[in-house]
């Protein structure tokens, strides 16, 4: 009965921020990372920032130096701090959970995603 939801996506402006955000409905036990991909029109899924349970980052080539993320593995929330956004920063965006519950496997929960547009 896990279930994330993202929000703060929404319009702006080439150069702009937006702040993302996670949280999750349900319990996991054991998180051992969680992160954000986004699909960009017409692209494949790609990873974007990724936090590890014990606080190691890791960010795609394109966003380093302008995206932030953070996260609470007690809370199991997410946040992505987008700065300096650029057009091609277009793509739904989705969180990432990988963990299990206590009478689950280790599975990856996603969320339904949340829409950024950035113009030009």
């Known amino acids: 009965q896990v279930q994330l939801v993202e929000s703060g996506g929404g319009f702006v402006q080439a150069g702009g921020s937006l702040r993302l955000s996670c949280s999750s409905s349900?319990?996991?036990?054991?998180?051992?990372?969680m992160g954000w991909y986004r699909q960009a029109p017409g692209k494949q899924r790609e990873l974007v920032a990724r936090?590890?349970?014990?606080?190691?980052?890791n960010y795609a080539d394109s966003v380093k130096g302008r995206f932030t993320i953070s996260g609470d593995n007690a809370k199991i929330t997410v946040t992505l701090q987008m700065n300096s956004l650029k057009p091609e920063d277009t793509a739904v965006y989705y969180c990432?959970?990988?963990?299990?519950?206590?009478?689950?496997?280790?599975?990856?929960?996603w969320g339904k995603g949340t829409l950024v547009t950035v113009s030009s």
């Open positions: 349900g319990s996991i036990y054991i998180v051992t990372a």
């Open positions: 936090i590890t349970s014990g606080g190691d980052t």
């Open positions: 990432n959970v990988n963990g299990r519950r206590l009478t689950d496997s280790y599975r990856d929960y």
